[in-house]
């Protein structure tokens, strides 16, 4: 078997600041809300007309979800809009974070506002007709609604961008797709961002003079042109409501919204007022509801426990669905449980042909305790459960099954089996079951990705399978569980690309930066400033027979730079020869001094010639080249102006002559650029 020590961890700020933390017990997750209330919607949509259509039916639609309305503030308070995503878009495994929209990724709640962090993303860009929260704006600025954590370097390179579809993107990345003027989603947000969309131009197309006014149209350059208040792509947004039906996560952030503004998204609800709203080829005109019914009854009659004899009612159920036009499609509403079970026969349609790197099988009792780690077969794993009104059941083995999590009377409602970090994972395979009548669903991730397959278990043993993309990190399977069952785990595949064995760490221990001022003594003013970078790695990792250096980039290419090891070759359009420096460090010891028996290797180097760039934010990226791979460490991102900031704020400068200078570059009164000034 191959050991998991020793080998070479691609250090990228990414992997570092959402390496996945479970922490059971304190994520905000109701799973009863992943369904609705019929009542309730009864009543909240009882004055909605049918009978109109395009613009006369929003305006009704638009008076029934403003009513009522209650506003929560975009930060500030114990129930701003970052208080209610936590919440809102919570992980369903009860691991206390956060789901992000455009990436799938799950991170931890408070990791908010660092360019590697989370955002609250506008995903109506708020340029487009409300840039701030103040006056008759404040209402759309700060709508849950329309706010989803994102991560904040796909956030913040979408910028205002349309929705719409890329062809030839000029940059990729999570699955998603931008150009100069479009940004295109992962398909598995699509029809979210679409109903985000359709709510928006509903809720705030009817302000009447000087308030806001949102409409959508057929069109992909609104940010170039600054058309206020519209967005596109009209057109293609439609085309992804119905390829992208509504999702459980979509219906359980409606509910968890609704709680605290008291509105609700109506193209959640009722995914059929689409077609109302915006009239389309796309919406289809007419609806069998024969034929509807009848696509209703075959899932329906699908069975909960899918095995292969279960090949052909599921292909039928997916042949009768796909015949349906869009409006019938949208009236599907137990279109969940056809994916789910179309994911279940793909998994036992595709096993595993290759022999696992790693693998275990429970065939005795492991886990006496809750939060107790123990080894297994060379790789420690932790279990951590949430026990239901009484003290968890942990280990008890069923020998067809594999260690029991819980009983009826000592019922776990979430249970998270996590092992420790490993390198470079594509498959994991979990064979896991229930006891008769459980209703658990078993979701996997490995470190910062998360699986799109989530299974539902059946009393039968069955081999579920998450596929990855050589993914860093723990890996982590939980079951979430709404019944009083026992769950059990009876066996762990684990398939993943050997890595090349370098250094056990490479460990980015300080990264600073500083300004090189020169100036007119006489006028205190800017003549050259330069952006110096500096970082340490600690001296027991520093390897002699690798090459190092430093690659400077602004920082949304340094996204990309970080997401793992490339070749040269690969990073060649982020780099030019004046940006992609080898270099070799200088041993010094804590204090920053040259010493040959000191605890680190530093690297400093300045970038030149930032006059006129003073706001540009640059990243400096450490690398280390070795057996023809680069493999890249932290990022430190920063500007001429965000250091001079820093200096002032933080009282770092005692000469109140260099102070003038400083607050002059800032306030943009300088020419150029600046002697060297202390590290931060």
Same mark, same amino acid.
């Given at each position: 078997?191959?050991?998991?020590?020793?080998?070479?961890?691609?250090?990228?700020?990414?992997?570092?600041?959402?390496?996945?933390?479970?922490?059971?017990?304190?994520?905000?997750?109701?799973?009863?809300?992943?369904?609705?209330?019929?009542?309730?919607?009864?009543?909240?949509?009882?004055?909605?007309?049918?009978?109109?259509?395009?613009?006369?039916?929003?305006?009704?639609?638009?008076?029934?979800?403003?009513?009522?309305?209650?506003?929560?503030?975009?930060?500030?308070?114990?129930?701003?809009?970052?208080?209610?995503?936590?919440?809102?878009?919570?992980?369903?495994?009860?691991?206390?974070? !956060?789901?992000?929209?455009?990436?799938?990724?799950?991170?931890?709640?408070?990791?908010?506002?660092?360019?590697?962090?989370?955002?609250?993303?506008?995903?109506?860009?708020?340029?487009?007709?409300?840039?701030?929260?103040?006056? *008759?704006?404040?209402?759309?600025?700060?709508?849950?609604?329309?706010?989803?954590? $994102?991560?904040?370097?796909?956030?913040?390179?979408?910028?205002?961008?349309?929705?719409? %579809? !890329?062809?030839?993107?000029?940059?990729?990345?999570?699955?998603?797709?931008?150009?100069?003027?479009?940004?295109?989603?992962?398909?598995?947000?699509?029809?979210?961002?679409?109903?985000?969309?359709?709510?928006?131009?509903?809720?705030?197309?009817?302000?009447?003079?000087?308030?806001?006014? %949102?409409?959508?149209?057929?069109?992909?350059?609104?940010?170039?042109?600054?058309?206020?208040? +519209?967005?596109?792509?009209?057109?293609?947004?439609?085309?992804?409501?119905?390829?992208?039906?509504?999702?459980?996560?979509?219906?359980?952030?409606?509910?968890?919204?609704?709680?605290?503004?008291?509105?609700?998204?109506?193209?959640? &609800?009722?995914?059929?007022?689409?077609?109302?709203?915006?009239?389309?080829?796309?919406?289809?005109?007419?609806?069998?509801?024969?034929?509807?019914?009848?696509?209703?009854?075959?899932?329906?009659?699908?069975? /909960?426990?899918?095995?292969?004899?279960?090949? &052909?009612?599921?292909?039928?159920?997916?042949?009768?669905?796909?015949?349906?036009?869009?409006?019938?499609?949208?009236?599907?509403?137990?279109?969940?449980?056809?994916?789910?079970?179309?994911?279940?026969?793909?998994?036992?349609?595709?096993?595993?042909?290759?022999?696992?790197?790693?693998?275990?099988?429970?065939?005795?009792?492991?886990?006496?305790?809750?939060?107790?780690?123990?080894?297994?077969?060379?790789?420690?794993?932790?279990?951590? $459960?949430?026990?239901?009104?009484?003290?968890?059941?942990?280990?008890? #083995?069923?020998?067809?099954?594999?260690?029991?999590?819980?009983?009826?009377?000592?019922? +776990?409602?979430?249970?998270?089996?996590?092992?420790?970090?490993?390198?470079?994972?594509?498959?994991? !395979?979990?064979?896991?079951?229930?006891?008769?009548?459980?209703?658990?669903?078993?979701? +996997?991730?490995?470190?910062?990705?998360?699986?799109?397959?989530?299974?539902?278990?059946?009393? /039968?043993?069955?081999?579920?399978?998450?596929?990855?993309?050589?993914?860093?990190?723990?890996?982590?399977?939980?079951?979430?569980?709404?019944?009083?069952?026992?769950?059990?785990?009876?066996?762990?595949?684990?398939?993943?690309?050997?890595?090349?064995?370098?250094?056990?760490?490479?460990?980015?221990?300080?990264?600073?930066?500083?300004?090189?001022?020169?100036?007119?003594?006489?006028?205190?003013?800017?003549? /050259?400033?330069?952006?110096?970078?500096?970082?340490?790695?600690?001296?027991?990792?520093?390897?002699?027979?690798?090459?190092?250096?430093?690659?400077?980039?602004?920082?949304?290419?340094?996204?990309?730079?970080?997401?793992?090891?490339?070749?040269?070759?690969?990073?060649?359009?982020? *780099?030019?020869?004046?940006? #992609?420096?080898?270099?070799?460090?200088?041993? *010094?010891?804590?204090?920053?001094? !040259?010493?040959?028996?000191?605890?680190?290797?530093?690297? $400093?180097?300045?970038?030149?010639?930032?006059?006129?760039?003073?706001?540009?934010?640059?990243?400096?990226?450490?690398?280390?080249?070795?057996?023809?791979?680069?493999?890249?460490?932290?990022?430190?991102?920063?500007?001429?102006?965000?250091?001079?900031?820093?200096?002032?704020?933080?009282?770092?400068?005692?000469?109140?002559?260099?102070?003038?200078?400083?607050?002059?570059?800032?306030?943009?009164?300088?020419?150029?650029?600046?002697?060297?000034?202390?590290?931060?």
């Amino acid at each position: 078997m191959k050991r998991f020590v020793k080998v070479f961890l691609v250090f990228t700020t990414i992997l570092t600041l959402f390496s996945l933390q479970l922490v059971t017990g304190n994520a905000a997750y109701d799973i009863s809300k992943t369904t609705n209330d019929p009542t309730l919607l009864a009543s909240y949509y009882q004055t909605v007309d049918t009978s109109l259509s395009g613009e006369d039916f929003r305006r009704n639609l638009s008076a029934v979800i403003s009513a009522g309305y209650e506003r929560h503030p975009y930060s500030g308070g114990a129930a701003d809009v970052a208080a209610i995503l936590r919440e809102s878009d919570a992980d369903p495994s009860g691991n206390g974070n !956060v789901i992000c929209i455009y990436t799938g990724l799950s991170m931890p709640s408070s990791q908010t506002g660092g360019i590697y962090e989370w955002d609250k993303e506008h995903v109506w860009a708020k340029s487009h007709g409300f840039p701030n929260e103040s006056g *008759v704006m404040k209402e759309a600025y700060s709508d849950a609604h329309n706010l989803r954590p $994102a991560l904040a370097s796909v956030n913040r390179s979408r910028s205002n961008k349309d929705h719409g %579809l !890329v062809a030839n993107p000029t940059r990729t990345d999570y699955g998603n797709k931008q150009n100069e003027t479009t940004f295109e989603p992962r398909d598995e947000s699509k029809g979210d961002v679409a109903r985000i969309m359709f709510y928006m131009a509903t809720r705030y197309g009817f302000g009447g003079d000087g308030a806001v006014n %949102l409409s959508l149209v057929d069109d992909e350059t609104t940010s170039a042109s600054n058309l206020l208040g +519209c967005f596109g792509n009209l057109q293609t947004l439609i085309q992804w409501h119905y390829d992208d039906p509504v999702s459980e996560s979509e219906i359980y952030r409606n509910n968890v919204v609704y709680g605290y503004q008291k509105n609700r998204n109506p193209y959640i &609800d009722h995914p059929e007022y689409v077609a109302l709203a915006y009239p389309s080829a796309q919406s289809g005109t007419t609806v069998d509801e024969t034929k509807v019914a009848a696509v209703k009854q075959a899932i329906q009659n699908l069975p /909960d426990e899918i095995t292969l004899n279960d090949t &052909d009612a599921i292909n039928a159920a997916k042949a009768l669905y796909d015949a349906l036009n869009p409006l019938e499609k949208s009236k599907v509403d137990n279109y969940e449980t056809l994916r789910n079970a179309i994911n279940a026969l793909r998994a036992l349609q595709e096993p595993a042909t290759e022999n696992p790197d790693y693998t275990y099988s429970f065939t005795s009792k492991v886990f006496s305790s809750n939060n107790q780690t123990v080894d297994l077969n060379g790789l420690s794993w932790t279990i951590n $459960a949430t026990p239901k009104n009484t003290e968890g059941y942990f280990g008890f #083995y069923q020998a067809a099954k594999g260690i029991q999590i819980g009983t009826a009377a000592k019922p +776990c409602t979430n249970v998270v089996l996590s092992s420790s970090k490993l390198t470079k994972v594509t498959k994991v !395979v979990c064979y896991s079951s229930g006891a008769s009548g459980v209703n658990a669903k078993l979701s +996997c991730s490995v470190g910062k990705q998360i699986s799109s397959s989530k299974y539902s278990l059946t009393k /039968d043993n069955a081999a579920y399978e998450f596929v990855f993309n050589e993914a860093n990190g723990a890996i982590t399977f939980s079951i979430l569980n709404s019944s009083d069952k026992a769950v059990y785990f009876q066996r762990i595949d684990i398939y993943y690309t050997e890595v090349d064995i370098v250094s056990e760490t490479f460990v980015l221990t300080e990264t600073r930066s500083s300004l090189k001022l020169e100036y007119d003594s006489s006028t205190l003013e800017a003549t /050259d400033v330069d952006l110096r970078f500096g970082t340490r790695i600690s001296a027991d990792a520093y390897d002699p027979t690798a090459k190092y250096g430093v690659v400077v980039v602004d920082s949304s290419q340094a996204s990309s730079l970080s997401s793992g090891e490339k070749t040269f070759t690969q990073i060649s359009e982020f *780099v030019s020869s004046d940006y #992609y420096l080898e270099m070799t460090p200088v041993q *010094v010891n804590e204090q920053g001094i !040259v010493d040959p028996n000191g605890e680190y290797y530093q690297f $400093a180097w300045v970038i030149t010639n930032m006059e006129g760039h003073y706001e540009d934010s640059l990243s400096a990226v450490i690398y280390m080249e070795y057996n023809n791979k680069v493999y890249f460490g932290i990022a430190q991102t920063n500007s001429v102006i965000g250091v001079a900031e820093t200096y002032l704020e933080e009282d770092l400068i005692q000469s109140e002559e260099i102070k003038v200078i400083l607050q002059k570059i800032i306030d943009g009164n300088n020419t150029n650029d600046t002697g060297w000034l202390p590290w931060v």
